[in-house]
């Protein structure tokens, strides 16, 4: 199994541009996230969906969208990009079907908006 | 104050030593996770705890419930094991991971 695949690795947006960040998981989990990562602090919760159909607001959700058309999809979309969504994000699936579950990350998008 | 706290921030060890990483917590929760994260890598989950001690290779995680306190221990460190350790917690109330902002560890040979 490939778990939790995201794409990009790296991107570099200019001010303005926008882009979508590709999350994939093949684990059947209900349960998908949206993280970003920024430096000294903990990850923070953009997004979330508990299965296809439903999306619902993190912390941090301004500048951001998402959509969730499958279950195994969970694409986050950038509109405006601008400087202060320089980070790192990650994105996360689970599969709550006990009260004690597991997460399983992807392996990061490191982007940069100049 | 952060509702996810973890020392030392940062660690320095030799090869070979008994390292010990603490997370505190001050929301209720129903369960702890222990991840590690190497420089410029993914997430990778260690353990998940809602009571006691598990323990994987030379790796021991312990939580106290009661005490809200949690602690991940490597026994004969090693080079590899450098890389930022995380603890998270899964508020009882939202189900939601509050996450601590990591302990960067490095291992000298």
């Known amino acids: 199994n490939a778990g939790v695949t995201q794409t990009p690795k790296f991107r570099i947006l200019k001010i303005g541009q926008s882009m979508t960040l590709q999350c994939t998981q093949d684990m059947n989990h209900n349960y998908m996230y949206w993280y970003r990562q920024d430096p000294g602090m903990g990850l923070k919760l953009i997004y979330y969906?508990?299965?296809?159909?439903?999306?619902d607001k993190g912390e941090v959700p301004n500048g951001y969208n998402v959509s969730r058309s499958t279950t195994e999809d969970f694409p986050l979309r950038l509109e405006l990009a601008a400087p202060s969504q320089t980070s790192v994000y990650f994105c996360a699936s689970s599969y709550p079907a006990t009260e004690n579950y597991g997460y399983t990350f992807g392996s990061g998008t490191r982007l940069t908006v100049v | 104050k952060n509702e996810v706290e973890q020392s030392p921030q940062n660690l320095t060890a030799q090869e070979g030593e008994f390292i010990t990483i603490n997370c505190s917590y001050s929301v209720g929760i129903s369960a702890l996770h222990w991840l590690q994260q190497h420089p410029g890598g993914g997430i990778v989950s260690l353990f998940m705890l809602s009571s006691g001690k598990k323990k994987h290779g030379r790796l021991i995680a312990t939580i106290n419930i009661q005490e809200k306190h949690s602690s991940l221990h490597i026994t004969a460190s090693h080079p590899r094991d450098s890389a930022v350790y995380i603890c998270?917690?899964?508020?009882?109330?939202?189900?939601?991971?509050?996450f601590g902002t990591g302990t960067l560890l490095a291992v000298q040979p």
């Open positions: 998270a917690v899964r508020d009882g109330a939202t189900n939601k991971l509050i």
């Open positions: 969906s508990v299965g296809a159909g439903i999306t």
